[in-house]
C-alpha cells in the first residue's frame, strides 16, 4: 500500500466511526424508546365492571410515535382489580393498551400494549399511567412508558 492510500485510509476512519455511532444511536433508541400519551375523556358515570364501554374522548400520542385520535376505554373488574382495555386509533394505526389498576392501593397502574394496527402491528410497550383523574370533567388520563 503507498503512502496516498494510507493517508486516504486514516481520512477515513473518523467518517466511518461517526457513521457507525450514529446507526448504534439509532438502533438503541429503536430499541427502548419513550412514549407519552395524554387522554381526555368523558365517562359514562356508571361502574362497569363487565368488558363495556366506560368512557370515550381523545389521546395525543407523543415521543418515537407521533399520532393523535379517538379513543374508547373498556372496563372489566374481578375483585379488587380494574382493567382498562384503552384503543386508541390515529392516522398511522390503533393501539390497545391494556391499563391494570389495583383498586384496593391505588398505586402503580402498570400498562402493557396488547396489540396494534397498521403502523403499529409490531409495536410492544410497557410503562405507567401516571395521571388517573377519572373524576374530572373532563377525566384526564397520562401513560408514560417506553416501546420497541
Known amino acids: ?17 461517526v457513521l457507525i455511532s450514529s446507526c ?8 427502548h424508546s419513550n412514549l407519552t400519551v395524554q387522554c381526555s375523556e368523558n365517562i359514562t358515570g356508571q361502574d ?26 373498556y372496563r372489566t373488574q374481578n375483585g379488587e382489580t380494574a382493567l382498562i382495555r384503552r384503543v386508541v386509533t390515529g392516522a398511522k394505526g390503533t393501539i390497545t393498551f391494556v391499563i391494570t389498576i389495583n383498586l384496593a392501593s391505588g398505586g402503580g397502574e402498570p400498562w402493557t400494549i396488547k396489540s396494534g394496527t397498521k403502523s403499529y402491528a ?3 410497550g410497557r410503562g405507567y399511567q401516571v395521571v388517573d383523574n ?6 384526564t388520563f397520562v401513560l408514560k412508558g417506553t416501546v420497541s
Open 1 to 17: 500500500m503507498s503512502k496516498r492510500n494510507v493517508v486516504l485510509s486514516l481520512a477515513a476512519a473518523p467518517a466511518v466511526a
Open 134 to 139: 377519572y373524576q374530572g370533567s373532563p377525566a
Open 122 to 124: 409490531k409495536l410492544h
Open 48 to 73: 362497569v365492571t363487565d368488558g363495556g364501554v366506560a368512557g370515550t374522548g381523545h389521546c395525543t400520542i407523543t415521543g418515537i410515535v407521533h399520532d393523535s385520535g379517538p379513543d374508547t376505554d
Open 24 to 31: 448504534a444511536a439509532a438502533a438503541q433508541n429503536v430499541a
